[in-house]
């Protein structure tokens, strides 16, 4: 088992490394798949609104076309300037690039100029042609080349310049470098302005940018690009919008209003970002919610992520790493032995890891990549079945050769077998001549090699065990398997009679019958049913301890009891109380228990309140109760108390037709793939089974641990406890056995008697009615001649123990033929010998009447 284990989780972390290998070379599907879940996760989140503080004005086709199409004059974007300003906006962005003047009206940008310098809070915005990565700082902020930068009277006149570039994976650079100096983007720097922060209030250290706010610092986490990840709000319709031209309108009617009715414009403290959103004039992207969203959208939600703390922050490469190591070493753990609920798990795993993964992006904005985590746990469960299969494979490889071997050696051994016996007929068929003592003895030896060889390859061929066809069927009543025709089909049918009744029940039978599942069978299926069932073995603690775990002490009542302590019949109170070993009670204790039978109460131990409780008892004992209370050794009160019903259990040997049924019972509830060998078959049915149930379901379990140990799924006769391979080949060959004894015997008269003892207590008539059969198959085997017959049963020269077989083969065969009359017809002779087969095994019945007949015709008789 051990070896096994250590293979098992070798391959596992060989697994574990091939996957991690596997995923760094296909980075770039990963990655894919990380962001194909991502997407997921945000669909299941749905949309949330943005930050109000946050608006777009933007230029739409219809406000381009009604205002003389694109490019538009720069006095538009004066006048919508001027209007934001005096409407109240805290800050204003421009996600459009003026990097050049308009040549045909240059006043136009002179006003626009003057309009955004006099404004104050203009962001005016450019972009980079490249970006390339920076190797110094933390974080490397990237260096920006080919700057695309408004034109310089505008530069000059806008409170700040950021630029407008996005990084590849829809992320925003929150500096570009451009020589000497750091250009921030146009996000960060118009929330800046919009919330009057200085310069100084906002600082990168370490990959954290923290913001001075009203007198706290919020902080946000960047990559090692300098870069701030994205949480998506949703799509458009989760952007605060106005057109321009809808804006211009409504703050021409706002502006005209009287003073006395006119409140605060609705733009009145908000950032506002400017920009186009029209189809073939501006940048769309693809996002988790729309294939095309505006690139304007973009800068406002890092807007709302940095306003809100809720920028993204993704999980380093280890701890994707540490991860998937850990995850792939819980799935070896998971398989290391049965199969199907380790495929369970290990989907529970997968399930379980998503779900870790959302509730970390939905609760704390924290990005886990698990798509590398879920392809190792494919991986290694992947590797690990084809392990294990590989391993059933080699097993049953050996199996099958060990098998093949087996039936090659018995096909050899029965053809020489084949030889002796035709050997054997050839000195019969000369009646002056005996067989020789050597030939009889080699030909017994190969019938027992034979014997062993065919148990040995019953024992590689797994089976399903059968039982003889019946009419019954099946059952399972609350935990008790049985077949309706058998004898426990007559104790439940009685149980269901009584069972919703409160009244009393004992139960009786021997050791391990099931006498505590009877009783809770009979809970279950009563109308307390939902309460507690509460079991106490009373032969298992002395009197004292007994009264106090049944009734309960106080504190102080005893050394020990430093607290007060319910019995079992107040945890039991409206439930049912199993008292089991009940007869080993004393005549004290039996008198405490009739009261609470009778009257419902009782006193805790050292406690003078009285208690009344409502409880069903079932007692149980596999003494005989009624003598017991003939010997004064059980009350007779408490015992006709207890006895309103009576239940005898039958022994497992009354059961027989039961025995598969538990067996197949006992392998689904431990192993469902275990199976049994031919042999382990007959065995089990064939054995006495003196510990009953509980004896068959230690040895199941036993023989499932030792077969998974060596990786087989099915019970061989090895894995059963020694004294059934001990006994397997006796069991499996009875009538070889029992000659074989007899003869060790001598055939001495206390032989029949000694031999059945050997056999494990097998009756003494039966071991006689085994050998009388032999005799008959011998003696018709040797061609009705006495004398070779006595050698082959005797097996020895030895001239006495051959006159005791001759004595009792003639004693047998002159009973066989007692109604053989030649003036009588044979039908009638066979028909008046009926009694001569009664106790004889049914494999003899042929020679018996092979035997009459044959004496009916006159082919042989009786000596003397």
């Known amino acids: 088992m051990k070896q096994y284990l250590s293979k098992h989780y070798f391959v596992g972390v060989a697994a574990i490394v091939v996957a991690l290998l596997l995923a760094h070379l296909a980075y770039d599907i990963f990655s894919g798949a990380n962001s194909a879940l991502l997407r997921q996760f945000y669909g299941v989140r749905g949309e949330q609104p943005l930050d109000s503080s946050i608006v777009i004005v933007y230029f739409g086709n219809e406000d381009i076309a009604a205002l003389g199409g694109y490019p538009l004059k720069r006095n538009y974007y004066a006048l919508l300037v001027s209007a934001l300003h005096e409407a109240g906006a805290s800050a204003v962005g421009f996600d459009i690039a003026f990097t050049n003047p308009d040549r045909e009206h240059p006043e136009f940008d002179n006003v626009f100029a003057t309009v955004v310098k006099s404004s104050g809070n203009v962001v005016m915005s450019g972009y980079f042609g490249s970006l390339e990565d920076s190797e110094t700082g933390s974080p490397s902020f990237p260096i920006g080349s080919q700057p695309e930068l408004p034109f310089s009277e505008l530069r000059s006149s806008a409170a700040s310049i950021a630029h407008t570039n996005l990084g590849e994976r829809l992320s925003v650079p929150l500096y570009v470098k451009n020589g000497t100096e750091m250009v921030p983007a146009l996000s960060l720097e118009l929330l800046r302005l919009g919330l009057q922060l200085n310069k100084e209030d906002v600082a990168v250290k ?213 030889k002796l016996e035709l050997q054997l007929q050839s000195s019969l068929q000369e009646r002056t001549k005996q067989p020789s003592v050597e030939l009889l003895q080699e030909i017994n030896r190969y019938k027992q090699e034979i014997g062993k060889l065919q148990s040995q390859v019953e024992d590689l061929k797994p089976t399903q065990l059968q039982v003889e066809p019946t009419e019954s069927t099946a059952e399972n009543f609350h935990g008790i398997v049985y077949q309706t025709s058998g004898a426990m089909g007559e104790v439940v049918n009685f149980l269901k009679k009584f069972a919703t009744t409160d009244a009393s029940v004992l139960i009786l039978g021997e050791s391990g019958t099931g006498k505590e599942m009877v009783a809770k069978a009979i809970h279950l299926a009563s109308n307390r049913k939902e309460k507690s069932f509460v079991a106490v073995n009373c032969g298992a603690l002395t009197e004292t301890l007994l009264e106090s775990e049944l009734f309960g002490h106080e504190k102080g009542a005893f050394t020990g009891a430093v607290k007060e302590r319910a019995g079992r019949f107040e945890l039991a109170n409206e439930g049912t109380i199993f008292l089991d070993e009940i007869a080993e009670t004393s005549e004290a204790f039996q008198v405490k228990l009739l009261r609470v ?29 009624k003598q017991e209370v003939k010997e004064k050794r059980f009350r007779e009160d408490l015992f006709y108390r207890l006895n309103v019903f009576t239940v005898t259990l039958p022994a497992l040997r009354e059961r027989q037709q039961d025995i598969a049924l538990l067996v197949e019972h006992f392998l689904k509830s431990d192993a469902t793939e275990m199976t049994l060998s031919a042999s382990v078959s007959k065995l089990l049915l064939q054995h006495e089974w003196k510990g009953n149930v509980r004896e068959l379901l230690s040895v199941i379990r036993h023989a499932i641990v030792l077969a998974q140990a060596e990786g087989r799924s099915f019970i061989r006769i090895k894995d059963l406890p020694k004294e059934f391979a001990d006994s397997s080949f006796s069991s499996l060959d009875i009538e070889e056995q029992i000659l074989e004894l007899l003869r060790s015997k001598q055939f001495s008269r ?65 009973n066989a033929i007692e109604f053989v009359d030649s003036a009588k017809p044979l039908e009638e002779i066979l028909a008046q010998s009926k009694p001569k087969y009664k106790n004889l095994s049914q494999r003899y019945h042929q020679f018996l009447d092979a035997l009459i007949t044959s004496s009916y015709q006159g082919r042989w008789k009786t000596p003397g």
């Open 597 to 625: 039978l009778q009257e419902g109460t009782f006193e805790r131990v050292g406690g003078t309140q009285t208690r009344n409780v409502n409880v069903r008892v079932i007692a149980a004992t596999n003494r005989d109760i």
């Open 206 to 418: 370490d990959n954290t940018l923290s913001l001075l706010m009203k007198g706290t610092t919020r902080t946000i986490t960047c990559n090692d690009e300098g870069e701030a990840l994205l949480s998506f709000s949703g799509g458009t319709s989760s952007l605060h919008t106005i057109s321009a031209l809808r804006f211009l309108q409504e703050f021409d009617e706002w502006k005209t209003a009287s003073a006395q009715t006119k409140l605060p414009h609705p733009l009145h403290g908000k950032m506002a970002l400017i920009g186009i959103i029209a189809e073939g004039k501006s940048t769309f992207v693809q996002t988790p919610f729309e294939n095309q969203f505006p690139s304007i959208g973009i800068h406002a939600i890092v807007m709302d992520n940095l306003l809100r703390g809720t920028t993204p922050i993704q999980a380093s490469t280890m701890t994707e790493i540490f991860l998937a190591v850990a995850a792939g070493l819980l799935v070896v753990w998971l398989l290391r032995k049965n199969l199907l609920f380790g495929l369970a798990g290990v989907a529970l795993l997968c399930v379980a890891v998503i779900v870790f993964a959302y509730s970390l992006f939905v609760l704390s904005s924290f990005i886990l990549p698990v798509a590398v985590t879920l392809f190792t746990l494919v991986v290694v469960s992947v590797g690990l079945i084809l392990h294990k299969q590989l391993q059933v494979q080699s097993k049953l490889s050996i199996i099958e050769i060990e098998q093949r071997n087996a039936e090659r050696i018995l096909q050899e051994k029965e053809l020489h077998l084949q």
């Open 750 to 814: 206390s032989a029949i008697s000694e031999t059945a003892d050997e056999l494990g207590g097998m009756n003494r008539g039966t071991v006689a009615e085994y050998f009388r059969g032999t005799c008959f198959k011998v003696f018709c085997e040797s061609g009705w001649n006495l004398e070779s017959a006595v050698v082959i049963i005797s097996g020895t020269e030895d001239k006495a123990v051959q006159e005791k077989v001759r004595k009792k083969l003639t004693e047998y065969l002159s």
